[in-house]
T-cell receptor, first 116, second 109 residues
Framework: GAVVSQHPSRVICKSGTSVKIECRSL??????MFWYRQFPKKSLMLMAT?????????EQGVEKDKFLINHASLTLSTLTVTSAHPEDSSFYIC????????????FGPGTRLTVL | GIQVEQSPPDLILQEGANSTLRCNFS?????LQWFHQNPWGQLINLFY???GTKQNGRLSATTVATERYSLLYISSSQTTDSGVYFC???????????FGTGTQLKVEL
């Protein structure tokens, strides 16, 4: 159990376009989902906490108008990278926490974004 | 914010060897998880262990919360154990995870 999916797994886009990444909890409900970013050979850095039915909470230094997060249901959160630029190229990973019970998080397989 | 450091940063083992990975954190935590990141980037949950000891096959983990560290033991290592091992800790009520610096493990034949 506790499977999280992400779509797409890989995306290449032109500079200035917007890209939407979906994160789904497949076999459980998730009130809270999280979005992370990982640079090559580096650790994961939390970008924002996504709460179902309310506004996301962004970490310091993360532009909320650049990285739009929507958590419309208990199984889906989306991250939209707006007006993407080459410096936005990265590996984006989402996670979800089961609504009730422990605080253990389960991670999606990640989305590799390349902006040309 | 909380600081999380892992050691060693890199580790090369011969197949069959045992190893211990360490995670030190700078403040009290209410969540601690160990992950293995495979070559495709997927984070695989190994242990959810804010305190105590757990074992799963060749892997075991111990967290001593009062002394602010956790250990991951890998016994009889296999080439498929290669990859990056992360610990991540959570504090407070928000359940945010702060990731450690990672240990890059390579198991050779």
């Amino acid at each position: 159990g506790a499977v999280v999916s992400q779509h797409p797994s890989r995306v290449i886009c032109k500079s200035g376009t917007s890209v939407k990444i979906e994160c789904r909890s497949l076999d459980f409900q998730a009130t809270t989902m999280f979005w992370y970013r990982q640079f090559p050979k580096k650790s994961l850095m939390l970008m924002a906490t996504s709460n179902e039915g309310s506004k996301a909470t962004y970490e310091q230094g993360v532009e909320k108008d650049k990285f739009l997060i929507n958590h419309a249901s208990l199984t889906l959160s989306t991250l939209t990278v707006t007006s993407a630029h080459p410096e936005d190229s990265s590996f984006y990973i989402c996670s979800a926490r089961v609504t009730s019970g422990s605080s253990e998080q389960f991670f999606g397989p990640g989305t590799r974004l390349t902006v040309l | 914010g909380i600081q999380v450091e892992q050691s060693p940063p890199d580790l090369i083992l011969q197949e069959g060897a045992n190893s211990t990975l360490r995670c030190n954190f700078s403040d009290s935590v209410n969540n601690l998880q160990w992950f293995h990141q495979n070559p495709w980037g997927q984070l695989i949950n190994l242990f959810y262990i804010p305190s105590g000891t757990k074992q799963n096959g060749r892997l075991s983990a111990t967290t001593v919360a009062t002394e602010r560290y956790s250990l991951l033991y890998i016994s009889s290592s296999q080439t498929t154990d290669s990859g990056v091992y992360f610990c991540a800790v959570g504090e407070g009520g928000g359940n945010k995870l702060t990731f450690g610096t990672g240990t890059q493990l390579k198991v050779e034949l």
